[in-house]
């Protein structure tokens, strides 16, 4: 059976309501190709404006120009308008069969065709058939038909397609402008008019200036440009801002409080006010002259936040009994003061007991600084060896003040070998324990001052026993502190003499040194204090060999022999700390100098005294006089090169001066050659930097005799380079010597400070820098590099014939040291 496929077109129905939504559509293409190209001209117009606008060119136009140009804007609008729609109408549905019929090249309009209807009755059978057979032609005719893409023809009216160029200017516009485009398109309709009547258009200059305590920059604001988010402000920031002509009395508002602008002349005015905590914490600012708003925006007040203190570690008793405080301190903007305030517990305390406060090191500011320990020496005070209250405070610049929780400790104490000294303490602590208990210490004191034999007839301790007995006896306002004051002086003068006077001294100079550098004091200043500690070294290890010399005599302490496995330190290692912390200050690394300076200061206070002064191998106190020598050249070369730029600075020299410094540096030079004789009978042989550094010298010598103090400034620096290359080969050559047949480390064996290791026996890296956790230490190579370039450009200072701007560079580069 076969099926045969049905050919007969759609109903008549079904066909007409395809014919209808092919003519909606046909329309809607004749209506985009009509209005697209009348709105060409339109958006033509509006797109410039959008351009010009976006870029901010409209608003840099005066306020009669800008007010011009916007009425021509909108007199092209409207003239774009008319003349685009002026020819423009709504596409028919016959226009539609139209476009349909003649882009799918129908004849006899088959469109029309289908919807037709016959003028009168078919009466026969046949003409039914006919009529049924015309509209399936008509239909067959249609289904064929399909709605055209729209043709605007747009090229007519913009053959060289200015449209691509104006849609990329918009484009651009919208990215240079981001998030202010609102605010520009708002200025660009906004005409500044103020200035038209003979008035100018006014000026604002605002901005706000945060505490200086804070470190932070001052914020300054374009009106042109206001942020739209809220602009965090330091509480006691000060605003600031000034108008210049417009018309009107300006004022300032301030959240809820209106200021006044102050007239400075005829045509400005100026208002300068705090801002101060309030609640809420943001406030909106405003800047008004007449109707005009000029500057709107919200502050975001961040109050101070009062700083922390705590404990790091619990305090501890050093090995020279002084006391190790180590703390943990922050502030949102820095702290002023850090204070340990020391009392006694209150079941112990007495009616004279006066608080005691400590003033601590003040944090460096630096990212990752978790700690900072100090030492201090309490075993002066009274109420050394008893239990006390320790609690610290860190105060703001604000004075805000934050406290620690509070440890009761006992006092570190020194520990006395002379059973008189011993006994005087003990009366001191009576004194402390019951102020009104005198019979009982005057007593005792009598009885010890009628033993003369028991203190060597000493007639200093005889008097001072006397003394103490007497105010005790007389009631003499504050005879209690004295007399605690003078048992302690006289204990310590039958200990060791003048080693705690040394002692004292040395701890009150790294005390005063390191306030110095965390102050910022000037480079003579701490020239000066790195000089006077250094002597203050010397003298305190030339108390504590004669202290332990009187030890071994008297047989106060035994003879003891150094481990061959301890690290040991000696004078010379110490103050190659000091010089290496005078270089750091030089280089202007001062935060390194001060955390050099502080290891210092720990391994003095670590030290014990029968290790670090025992017997020293033989030769070995020559070599190290001769190495101190050595330093002392250098550092008068130094000197001698910094007075020696000063000087040069000034363009001439007076022929004293000259004469003077000449002597000075031959003077040197003969030290040198003597050193160096010396060293060459010690070893035998004389590192070759020792030999350049004098001839530099001798360069040297000729220049400063000849007036031309500039032209020595280079053999100068040589020397000092040599010097401190020479006196390195020379250490080194020494402890070579010395170290033969000896094993381990012996108490003061040259040599110690290198190897890879610091004084503290820590690795360093392979000889890299000294890294603390807290301030990295710069290596020797750095510091050496530092120097080379320092001295170069001093060099270059002191040639005068140099261009006067290539001087005033280097003098601006050598300023900061």
């Given at each position: 059976m076969i099926e045969h496929q049905d050919h007969r077109p759609a109903p008549r129905g079904t066909a007409i309501a395809r014919l209808h939504r092919r003519i909606k559509l046909a329309r809607l293409v004749l209506l985009w190709e009509r209005l697209w190209p009348a709105l060409w001209p339109l958006l033509a117009v509006t797109g410039l404006f959008l351009a010009l606008s976006l870029v901010g060119l409209l608003p840099i136009l005066p306020g009669w120009l800008h007010l011009l140009a916007l009425i021509a804007f909108a007199s092209a609008v409207v003239a774009a308008a008319i003349r685009g729609f002026s020819h423009f109408h709504v596409p028919t549905t016959h226009a539609a069969q139209r476009r349909l019929e003649t882009d799918a090249g129908l004849s006899h309009r088959p469109l029309t065709a289908i919807q037709d209807q016959p003028a009168a009755a078919l009466a026969g059978a046949a003409?039914?058939?006919?009529?049924?057979?015309?509209?399936?032609?008509?239909?067959?005719?249609?289904?064929?038909?399909?709605?055209?893409?729209?043709?605007p023809g747009l090229a007519q009216h913009d053959p060289r397609a200015l449209r691509i160029a104006l849609i990329l200017a918009v484009a651009i516009g919208f990215i240079?402008?981001?998030?202010?485009?609102?605010?520009?398109?708002?200025?660009?309709?906004?005409?500044?008019?103020?200035?038209l009547g003979g008035v100018t258009a006014a000026t604002v200059e605002m901005w706000i200036t945060p505490p200086e305590y804070t470190g932070l920059a001052p914020i300054f604001f374009d009106p042109e440009a206001l942020p739209t988010e809220p602009v965090p402000v330091p509480t006691g920031s000060v605003i600031l801002a000034q108008l210049h002509d417009g018309r009107g009395q300006p004022s300032l508002s301030l959240g809820a409080a209106e200021h006044l602008l102050q007239a400075t002349s005829d045509r400005s005015w100026r208002v300068e006010t705090p801002v101060e905590t309030v609640q809420?914490?943001?406030?909106?600012?405003?800047?008004?002259?007449?109707?005009?708003?000029?500057?709107?925006?919200?502050?975001?007040?961040?109050?101070?936040?009062?700083?922390?203190?705590?404990?790091?570690?619990?305090?501890?008793?050093?090995?020279?009994?002084?006391?190790?405080?180590?703390?943990?301190?922050?502030?949102?903007?820095?702290?002023?003061?850090?204070?340990?305030?020391?009392?006694?517990?209150?079941?112990?305390?007495?009616?004279?007991d006066a608080d005691l406060a400590i003033e601590l090191p003040l944090p460096q500011a630096l990212p990752g600084d978790p700690a900072i320990a100090s030492f201090h020496d309490l075993t002066a005070h009274p109420w050394a060896g008893l239990p006390v209250v320790v609690q610290l405070t860190a105060?703001?610049?604000?004075?805000?003040?934050?406290?620690?929780?509070?440890?009761?400790?006992?006092?570190?104490?020194?520990?006395?070998?002379?059973?008189?000294?011993?006994?005087?303490?003990?009366?001191?602590?009576?004194?402390?324990?019951?102020?009104?208990?005198?019979?009982?210490?005057?007593?005792?004191?009598?009885?010890?001052?009628?033993?003369?034999?028991?203190?060597?007839?000493?007639?200093?301790?005889?008097?001072?026993?006397?003394?103490?007995?007497?105010?005790?006896?007389n009631g003499e306002a504050d005879a209690t502190a004295s007399v605690q004051q003078l048992l302690w002086d006289t204990a310590l003068h039958l200990e060791d003499g003048g080693l705690s006077l040394a002692e004292r001294e040395l701890r009150e100079l790294q005390r005063r040194l390191q306030e110095a550098l965390a102050n910022n004091a000037e480079d003579a200043e701490i020239e000066r204090l790195l000089d006077e500690l250094r002597e203050a070294l010397d003298r305190f290890f030339q108390a504590a060999r004669e202290n332990l010399q009187r030890q071994l005599e008297r047989g106060e302490i035994p003879q003891i022999q150094p481990d061959a496995n301890a690290l040991a330190l000696s004078q010379q290692d110490l103050e190659q700390l000091i010089d290496r912390a005078q270089d750091l200050t030089r280089m202007g690394a001062r935060d390194a100098a001060r955390e050099m300076l502080s290891q210092l200061q720990q391994m003095l206070e670590n030290l014990n005294n029968q290790p670090m002064f025992a017997r020293q191998p033989p030769g070995q106190q020559q070599a190290e006089q001769l190495l101190d020598q050595l330093q002392d050249i250098?550092?008068?070369?130094?000197?001698?090169?910094?007075?020696?730029?000063?000087?040069?600075?000034?363009?001439?020299?007076?022929?004293?001066?000259?004469?003077?410094?000449?002597?000075?540096?031959?003077?040197?030079?003969?030290?040198?050659?003597?050193?160096?004789?010396?060293?060459?009978?010690?070893?035998?042989?004389?590192?070759?930097?020792?030999?350049?550094?004098?001839?530099?010298?001798?360069?040297?010598?000729?220049?400063?005799?000849?007036?031309?103090?500039?032209?020595?400034?280079?053999?100068?620096?040589?020397?000092?380079?040599?010097?401190?290359?020479?006196?390195?080969?020379?250490?080194?050559?020494?402890?070579?010597?010395?170290?033969?047949?000896?094993?381990?480390?012996?108490?003061?064996?040259?040599?110690?400070?290198?190897?890879?290791?610091?004084?503290?026996?820590?690795?360093?890296?392979?000889?890299?820098?000294?890294?603390?956790?807290?301030?990295?230490?710069?290596?020797?190579?750095?510091?050496?590099?530092?120097?080379?370039?320092?001295?170069?450009?001093?060099?270059?200072?002191?040639?005068?014939?140099?261009?006067?701007?290539?001087?005033?560079?280097?003098?601006?580069?050598?300023?900061?040291?």
């Open positions: 003409e039914n058939a006919l009529w049924r057979a015309h509209i399936a032609r008509a239909a067959r005719a249609i289904a064929a038909a399909r709605v055209p893409w729209p043709r240079a402008a981001g998030g202010d485009a609102g605010n520009r398109l708002a200025r660009a309709v906004s005409p500044d008019l103020s200035g809420p914490t943001q406030l909106p600012l405003v800047l008004r002259q007449g109707a005009n708003e000029l500057v709107l925006l919200d502050l975001a007040l961040i109050p101070d936040q009062p700083p922390t203190i705590s404990f790091a570690a619990p305090p501890t008793a050093s090995n020279r009994a002084a006391l190790r405080i180590e703390h943990s301190s922050d502030d949102d903007y820095g702290i002023e003061q850090v204070r340990a305030s020391i009392i006694r517990p209150a079941a112990e305390a007495t009616a004279a105060t703001d610049a604000l004075g805000q003040a934050g406290n620690s929780d509070a440890l009761t400790i006992t006092l570190p104490e020194r520990e006395f070998s002379h059973p008189i000294a011993r006994q005087l303490i003990a009366l001191r602590k009576q004194l402390v324990r019951d102020p009104d208990d005198v019979t009982t210490v005057v007593s005792a004191l009598s009885s010890i001052a009628r033993q003369p034999e028991r203190y060597a007839e000493d007639f200093a301790v005889h008097l001072a026993l006397r003394v103490a007995a007497a105010r005790l006896l250098t550092r008068g070369q130094q000197q001698l090169l910094d007075r020696t730029f000063r000087d040069s600075q000034q363009g001439q020299q007076p022929s004293d001066n000259g004469r003077a410094s000449a002597a000075e540096q031959e003077s040197l030079r003969r030290q040198l050659g003597e050193a160096m004789r010396q060293l060459g009978e010690m070893s035998g042989q004389i590192p070759p930097q020792l030999g350049n550094a004098e001839q530099s010298m001798r360069q040297s010598t000729e220049a400063l005799a000849g007036g031309e103090p500039g032209q020595s400034l280079g053999p100068q620096g040589q020397a000092l380079d040599q010097l401190r290359e020479g006196a390195r080969a020379a250490a080194e050559q020494l402890a070579e010597q010395l170290g033969q047949g000896q094993q381990g480390n012996q108490p003061g064996q040259l040599g110690n400070f290198r190897d890879g290791q610091d004084p503290l026996g820590r690795r360093t890296e392979g000889n890299r820098g000294l890294d603390t956790g807290r301030v990295a230490i710069p290596e020797e190579a750095d510091l050496q590099r530092a120097r080379e370039i320092l001295d170069e450009l001093r060099r270059r200072a002191g040639q005068r014939d140099r261009p006067v701007t290539e001087q005033d560079y280097i003098e601006r580069l050598l300023r900061r040291f």
